[in-house]
């Protein structure tokens, strides 16, 4: 039997030359205790836009826009696979505090040398190789 995909948007959000992270829960099915960029699901009918800016502020308290396409990376899993899409965004509004979801255990900002020696998830580690670790 074939597994089922599934469509994840990831937003890549720049702040004084470093990026944002979010560290999974150890509990995780997919990816756990792993670092990575926020996102998340698309919702069965759901715009992947308004999705990415609904799954972005769930996961830090955010609020963004989108720009332009970074790139797209499959990671398959045992039960799927998922197509992580990769938007920059900006934030629309003054920096907030960030505020992780249950689903995080940690947020760090980090420049691509650090992000070279974390631990991150299989898309985004694929993602960093194609991009040359230039994001």
């Known amino acids: 039997m074939k597994k089922p995909y599934g469509l994840v948007m990831r937003g890549l959000l720049k702040k004084d030359g470093k990026i944002l992270l979010l560290k999974r829960h150890p509990n995780s099915k997919t990816n756990p205790s792993r670092w990575e960029l926020p996102g998340g699901k698309v919702e ?5 836009d308004k999705a990415l800016i609904r799954e972005f502020n769930e ?3 955010l609020s963004i826009e ?5 790139g797209a990376v499959q990671e398959d899993f045992p039960h799927k696979k998922t197509i992580a ?14 505020k992780i979801s249950n689903e995080h255990v940690d947020f760090k900002w980090a420049d691509i040398e650090e992000i070279k ?7 985004f580690k694929t993602l960093m190789k194609e991009k040359n670790y230039s994001l």
């Not at 989108?66 to 970074?70: A, C, G, K, R, Y």
């Not at 020696?117 to 898309?123: A, F, P, Q, R, T």
Request: zero cysteines; glycine letters at 6%; proline letters at 6%.
């Open 44 to 48: 069965p009918g759901e715009d992947f």
């Open 117 to 123: 020696d974390l631990e991150i998830s299989g898309w």
């Open 59 to 61: 996961e830090t308290n």
């Open 66 to 70: 989108l720009n332009d396409l970074i």
């Open 85 to 98: 899409v990769v938007m920059n965004v900006d934030i629309t509004s003054e920096i907030p505090e960030v």
